[in-house]
């Protein structure tokens, strides 16, 4: 890969991008494992792309990814992606799948075990952490305790103090003047039960004690932490955390299960079948809806024949072009004037029906083409081309179309064809199918004035890229013509009709699609 300027790339390498040596004789031979190639770029965009890159190993890097995306998307907009492209995506897919759950797996026993070991590891975890400093001497039970009961300001002395102290209303029922003796001997009973009774509450409260209370409840906690941890251990089969992962390990297997086409019932097979029903179904209908079309095609064309033996002038013929140019210049905010009764630049010349003048939108704004239509059997090839010469220069267009009437137009004559910057098509006016040959040339014709406005504006224009897209359009539309022949003998020939109807219309809109890039690059300048 190089970078070149824009002198380098003149010369004899202006003719030819890209060189792939042997690849015409090697066509039917097996396709070679590696392919150099040596390439010259023009596109500025992509140099800027390109050039981003320091080092050779990483711009070949980068053209060879964008040279794949590029086939890729190519292939998939000309409906060339195989089955074995789908299947290749399919397995891959499932294998990143299982690579996601397995790492999710890991992933939650991970942080399942973290978690737990923080909590309840017995040398540092959080929870033994709190339990040594509720149940420590000293601790925070202890210290309640003796806030509650102490000796001499705990909280139940001051309530004791506050029922029977000397002030207590107690007191003053018991007062000595009163009742002599009483109130000491009361004295020293609640004395030595209080006494008895802390006592009684220390020990229960003590862990010197084996037997108090709370000896056992720390001895209790201590069997139940140990037991949580065991529920949490993978080295125990019958732990909760093993069920769990046996689980989770049964729950991936299903997950796989469903999502391989070697199980019948799977979900993913159901879903194909599925899928196949309905592709079925759509098949089906698509044949019924085949079979209307053609039976209204068949009364379409009984009426057509009917109407054809009326007379039919070739005011109301032109009066139909305008009509439908202008439908198809609506989105495109181009101007379609009527100049049929008006005269142009020759001196009392009308010739040209109709002019499409591009809108202050386009690049090439005020380019024109022009129409002539006619549905006369005076009109040959020939007459048609002075006619639409004569036309556009009187109009002042870039390009003009010269429409003959289906009913008139001379034998073999193609539904649409090219002369420099004119073109002939033919159009039936009854017919819808033949809008897109309109359409198509309208298209054209745009294209090439959009092109010779800005060369003569000064401005570079690729006229080469838009003969070319011309040209395909032009067969694409003769097979068209040729789909017509083949409705006469519909029975025999539905399947071809069907088979050339649909690479017509891929190829036509790779044709259309283009000529679009001629355009754009008409207005990129």
Same mark, same amino acid.
């Given at each position: ?9 003149? &010369? ?55 040279? /794949? ?9 000309? %409906? ?11 397995? /891959? ?6 690579? $996601? ?11 399942? $075990?973290?978690?737990? !070991? ?69 004295? %020293? ?52 955390? $093993? ?74 013929? @032109? ?39 591009? &809108? ?11 129409? @002539? ?13 002075? @006619? ?23 034998? &073999? ?42 060369? /003569? ?6 006229? %080469?890229?838009? @003969? ?15 789909? $017509? ?10 399947? !071809? ?12 809109? !790779? ?15």
């Amino acid at each position: 890969m190089k970078q070149v300027s824009d002198n380098d790339m003149r &010369g004899d390498q202006d003719d030819e991008l890209m060189g792939l040596s042997g690849a015409e004789e090697a066509e039917d031979e097996e396709l070679p494992s590696e392919l150099r190639l040596d390439m010259w770029l023009r596109d500025r965009e992509v140099i800027e792309a390109v050039s981003a890159y320091a080092t050779p190993r990483e711009r070949q890097a980068f053209v060879t990814t964008a040279l /794949r995306i590029g086939v890729l998307a190519m292939r998939q907009a000309s %409906g060339e992606v195989d089955a074995t492209s789908v299947r290749n995506e399919g397995e /891959r897919m499932l294998t990143q799948l299982a690579a $996601s759950l397995t790492q999710h797996k890991e992933t939650v026993a991970e942080q399942v $075990s973290h978690q737990l !070991k923080m909590y309840f590891d017995p040398n540092d975890g959080h929870f033994n952490e709190r339990i040594k400093r509720l149940v420590a001497r000293d601790g925070e039970l202890e210290s309640t305790l003796r806030a509650l009961i102490g000796r001499e300001d705990s909280e139940l002395v001051k309530t004791l103090g506050a029922h029977i102290g000397d002030r207590s209303p107690l007191m003053k029922l018991l007062d000595p003047n009163e009742a002599d003796g009483m109130v000491a001997a009361l004295e %020293g009973r609640v004395a030595t039960v209080l006494e008895a009774q802390r006592e009684r509450i220390l020990r229960q409260f003590s862990l010197d004690d084996d037997a108090s209370a709370l000896s056992r409840l720390v001895q209790q906690i201590k069997g139940n932490n140990a037991e949580v941890v065991r529920e949490f251990s993978l080295d125990h089969e019958d732990s909760a955390l $093993s069920r769990l992962m046996r689980g989770v390990q049964d729950a991936q297997t299903q997950i796989s299960r469903e999502f391989s086409l070697d199980e019948e019932d799977s979900a993913l097979a159901r879903m194909k079948k599925q899928m196949l029903d309905v592709l079925e179904q759509h098949r089906t209908e698509r044949k019924n809806f085949e079979v209307e079309v053609r039976t209204a095609l068949k009364e379409m064309q009984a009426r057509k024949e009917e109407r054809a033996k009326s007379t039919r002038h070739g005011a109301e013929f @032109e009066a139909s072009v305008a009509a439908q140019v202008r439908e198809l210049c609506r989105p495109l905010n181009d101007v379609v004037h009527d100049t049929g009764n008006t005269p142009g630049r020759i001196k009392n010349s009308k010739v040209g029906d109709c002019v499409v003048e591009f &809108g202050p939108e386009h690049v090439a704004s005020g380019a024109k083409v022009v129409l @002539e239509a006619k549905q006369h059997r005076s009109y040959d090839l020939k007459k048609a081309l002075a @006619e639409i010469e004569v036309a556009r220069n009187n109009r002042e267009a870039q390009a003009g179309i010269f429409v003959f009437s289906s009913k008139t137009a001379p034998a &073999g004559t193609e539904p649409m064809r090219a002369y420099g910057t004119d073109l002939v098509v033919v159009w039936d006016a009854e017919d819808p199918e033949t809008d897109i040959v309109l359409d198509a040339a309208l298209f054209a014709a745009r294209s090439i004035a959009a092109a010779i406005f800005s060369s /003569r504006s000064g401005d570079q224009a690729d006229i %080469g890229v838009v @003969e070319t897209a011309i040209l395909g359009i032009q067969k694409q539309l003769g097979s068209l013509e040729d789909i $017509s022949k083949w409705v006469g003998t519909i029975k025999s020939n539905s399947e !071809k009709i069907e088979n050339k109807a649909r690479i017509m219309r891929d190829k036509l809109t !790779k044709e259309i699609a283009q000529a679009q890039e001629g355009v754009e690059a008409i207005r990129r300048g």
